[in-house]
Each structure stands twice: as C-alpha cells, then as structure tokens.
C-alpha cells in the first residue's frame, strides 16, 4: 500500500525500535534504509525528502529511530557507533523478512558511517550513499567539548547536543576510538555516492576526500555546494534527495512492466504522507509526484492537476503534429507546444460556447501556442492548426466526457 507505514523491529540491545516504512505504490523495485545523524531522528527533513524521492522511484525506504532515540526504547547512554551499526543490521533482517533485503543505504553525518559500516554484514547491499559523514567515527567526540575530560576522569556526563541534554559514558569513547571507517570503505563491495557540502562546519570537507579515495570503483562524489550540515534548507534537502534517488536507480533492478494494458490497469494516484497535497503517480512503468505549489499550501514536489492537464492537451498536440507532418512527408523542424490555463469570465472568451459557463461565470481556458523549430511556411499554419484540433485530448476537452466513480476496497 502506498503511503508510510509505522512499523517497529527490535534493535541490537533488544530494544523495540520505532520506524516507518515510505512505501512506492505498486510493485516495489527494491527496498532501501536510511540512518539518520548523530542525536537525530528518522523525521529529520532530510530522511523525510530522500525517503519520499526513493519512494517516489519504485524503491521502499525504511528509516528509522537508533536506540534510544526519538521514539525507539532504550537508554542512549548505553548505546555507542558499534550498537548503531547493530541496529542497522536488524534493520536489514526485519527488511529480510518482511519487506526483501536492502540493496541500497543512506546515511547522514554518523549514520553516513555506520552504513558504510554495515554493508559489509548486508550481503544483498547494491549501493551506499552517504551525506556529510565522517571519514573516522571518533570525529563526533569534538561535540562533546569541555565535557570530554569530564567524561574521562569520572566516566560519564551530560552533554548537551543540539540544546539538547544527553549522557555520554566513557564506553562510548571506547568504542568510537576502535573503529575506522576508511578501513571498512576500502573493503565495501557495493557502489558508492559521497555528497558533501564544501562549507560543512559539523564535517569537514577533508572527510569525504578520505572516504572517497579509500573506496574502490564504481564511486562518485556530489558536491552539496553552500548546504549546511544538517541539509536545513529544503532547496539542499531536495537537490540531494533527487540526486541519490537518480543514482540509486542504477543499481537496482528495473520496473517490473505491467501484466495488463495500460488502459485496464488505470493511472494509480495515492497520497504519500508528506505534506498536505503530495501524490504518487503511476501510469505503468512511469512513476511521478503530484502537488500544489507553496502558495497554497503544497509543497511544489511535482506538477498540480491542472499542470497535469495541460501537459496531456501539449503532448497530444504535439503528437498529433508530428503524425500528419510524418504522413504527409513535411518537412519541419521541432514541435514545441506551450499551454497556459486560466479561469476567465465566459463573456471574455468568444469562442466558448454559453453551456460552457459555469455557476460562477467563468470557463477554463487552455491556450495553446505552437512553435517549430527553423519555422514554416505561412500557407502551412492554417493546415496545422486544423490539425491540432483534431487531438484526441484537445477533442476531450471540448466534448462531453463522462466521470464514473466508485468507492472500492483497500483488497480490490
């Protein structure tokens, strides 16, 4: 079913783990887990864009809170990098068992490292990608500050992270001190995305030159240009959403292509759960996003209805051009069709038609405007505007077309 789904596994410290499963609608291409940074949580708009955008693709995204976060059980204070990489690995089992085993990790800051530790445990893992992650695991111990030595004499502290209290203990330092990142880069089997802000305050730049030149091919590096760490702007969240979901897409298996015709399997048009208006598109093997702008309240992910609308009515247009230009052995350059859409007052359109009007007096109008590249003769432009009447969409628009509708179950 599309949309997200709650769902809970236990972690590696026998903790139940809150998580919430992005689900694609229709077939599921592959399946996905996202780790969220150091002291975050699995909704930090980061996971939420990247999740969408994966989902978005075909691909089931499992993000989810590390032990003692948000709101999975568990003492953070007994947890450390070792456990994070743990609880990944449940991750992937409860994914195993359910869902299929991931073949693509995302992670961001520390849990950049902990995927790229995990995946040597994932045998199934296909792709890593990774945002503002560190090259060592003891990087996060400079957020610790004054109260490092605090920490070393007596064992423990509070911390406080993000204007957030937490107690770090001493096995923490341990345990971070052991592991090296570069180490596991080097051995990692899959492909590799490193994106990385060159004005990452949190996370030097230097840490995605050391991961990128331990890791063998296939590998690339994204630069996140003036992002800050955190990926606050929605801007930087979406750009580097939609350039891991493109990458992603490489290494997993292809759509599977529809067992019915188009015309009988429909268009499947499902909310996704992010935002208010955001739904996912599926029109066979094509998936899309539709929305509404910011100005009404959408977040401006995909094109709105009447965008939708309009996109059919230039792509008909154009279409049926090229047919009769195709028949007729014309020789013309590219078609091109721009459709703008309004409402205006009936009596401001002379071609509409008075049982077009609508209670409120006014009539959508769609105004085509047809260009061809290097031009065309004038004694054509007659022909082809008859011609771009005759669009089965244009027709549509124009004629009685029927909606019937019905209310289905969830099986069905």
């Known amino acids: 079913m599309a949309g997200i789904q709650k769902v809970t596994f236990t972690g590696s410290k026998g903790e139940s783990l809150a998580a919430r499963m992005d689900m694609p609608a229709g077939f599921i291409r592959a399946t996905a887990i996202f780790a969220h940074c150091f002291t975050c949580s699995k909704d930090i708009l980061a996971a939420k864009r ?36 743990g609880d990944l690995v449940r991750a992937a089992d409860f994914l195993r068992q359910n869902y299929e085993a991931p073949s693509v990790l995302v992670g961001h800051s520390l849990g950049g490292a902990a995927v790229l530790c995990a995946a040597l445990k994932i045998p199934e893992v296909k792709a890593v990608a990774t945002i503002g992650a560190p090259a060592d695991a003891e990087h996060v111990v400079h957020n610790f500050g004054a109260s490092l030595e605090e920490i070393e004499r007596d064992g423990e502290a509070t911390v406080s992270l993000a204007g957030r209290p937490f107690k770090i203990q001493k096995q923490f330092l341990d345990d971070v001190r052991t592991q090296s990142v570069e180490q596991h880069t080097g051995k990692l089997k899959s492909a590799l995305m490193v994106l990385h802000s060159p004005i990452d305050q949190t996370v030097g730049i230097e840490n995605a030159a050391a991961i990128f030149t331990a890791a063998k091919h296939p590998k690339s590096f994204v630069s996140l ?25 490489r290494y997993i298996g292809a759509d599977r292509p529809a067992v019915e015709s188009s015309d009988r399997e429909g268009v499947l048009v499902a909310e996704t759960g992010e935002g208010k208006f955001q739904n996912y598109v599926r029109s066979g093997s094509h998936r899309l996003l539709a929305d509404e702008p910011t100005s009404v309240g959408g977040l401006d992910s995909g094109p709105s209805p009447y965008d939708f609308l309009a996109v059919a009515l230039g792509a008909c247009t154009s279409m049926t051009l090229r047919m009769y230009a195709t028949f007729k052995k014309l020789d013309i350059g590219a078609v091109s069709v721009t459709v703008l859409h309004e409402k205006v007052h009936a009596t401001d359109c002379e071609a509409c038609a008075e049982d077009m009007m609508t209670p409120s007096g006014k009539i959508d109008q769609f105004e085509r405007r047809i260009s061809i590249e290097g031009g065309v003769d004038p004694a054509l432009h007659g022909k082809l505007l008859e011609i771009a009447d005759k669009c089965p969409v244009h027709k549509t628009l124009e004629g009685k077309a029927t909606v019937v509708t019905r209310i289905v179950s969830n099986s069905a």
């Open 50 to 85: 990247i999740a969408g955008e994966l989902s978005a693709k075909g691909i089931a995204v499992l993000r989810f809170d590390f032990t003692g976060l948000g709101a999975s059980d568990g003492d953070f204070a007994n947890t450390n990098f070792s456990s994070n990489v």
């Open 225 to 249: 240009d003036s992002a800050d760490h955190l990926l606050s702007n929605p801007d930087d969240a979406a750009y580097a959403a939609s350039v891991i979901s493109a990458w992603a897409s």
